[in-house]
C-alpha cells in the first residue's frame, strides 16, 4: 500500500498543532491518532522535515519510552520551560506528561 507522502506530513503536522503546552506526545501515537499505526519512523520522518515557518511544537513527541531526540539537545530545555519533568534515567515521565487523546 502506498502512502501520500504530502498528505501523511500534512496529517502528522496537523496533530503536533493539536498537543498542548506542557504535554507530550508519541511517534506512534500520532501514526494511531492519524490512521497508520505502522508509520511510527515515517511520523518521525516528517517532523525532521517540517519546513521552520510552520513553527510546530515538534519538542512535544518523543518516543515511546519517552526518549528525546538523541543530536537535538534544545529539545530537553524546551520541554522543561513547559514544566515537564524527566525521570532520573533522562526519559519524559510519560505517566504525568503524556497527551491522552482519544481516538475518533
Same mark, same amino acid.
Given at each position: 500500500?502506498?502512502?501520500?507522502?504530502?498528505?501523511? &506530513?500534512?496529517?502528522? &503536522?496537523?496533530?503536533?498543532?493539536?498537543?498542548?503546552? %506542557?504535554?507530550?506526545?508519541? &511517534? %506512534? /501515537?500520532?501514526?494511531?491518532?492519524? %490512521?497508520? !499505526?505502522?508509520?511510527?519512523?515515517?511520523? $518521525?520522518?516528517?517532523?525532521?522535515?517540517? !519546513?521552520?515557518? *510552520?513553527?510546530?511544537?515538534?519538542?512535544?513527541?518523543?518516543?515511546?519510552? $519517552?526518549?528525546?531526540?538523541?543530536? /537535538?539537545?534544545?529539545?530537553?530545555? *524546551? *520541554?522543561?520551560?513547559?514544566?515537564?519533568?524527566?525521570?532520573?534515567? $533522562?526519559?519524559?515521565?510519560?505517566?504525568? &506528561?503524556? /497527551?491522552?487523546?482519544?481516538?475518533?
Amino acid at each position: 500500500m502506498s502512502i501520500d507522502k504530502e498528505a501523511f &506530513y500534512e496529517d502528522v &503536522y496537523s496533530i503536533v498543532r493539536q498537543i498542548p503546552f %506542557g504535554r507530550v506526545c508519541t &511517534y %506512534g /501515537w500520532i501514526a494511531r491518532l492519524i %490512521g497508520q !499505526p505502522q508509520c511510527a519512523r515515517r511520523v $518521525g520522518k516528517a517532523l525532521a522535515e517540517v !519546513p521552520p515557518v *510552520l513553527q510546530l511544537p515538534c519538542h512535544r513527541v518523543v518516543d515511546s519510552g $519517552g526518549r528525546i531526540v538523541p543530536h /537535538w539537545p534544545e529539545q530537553r530545555e *524546551l *520541554l522543561k520551560r513547559e514544566g515537564v519533568r524527566f525521570k532520573k534515567n $533522562g526519559c519524559v515521565d510519560l505517566r504525568n &506528561y503524556l /497527551w491522552e487523546v482519544e481516538i475518533s
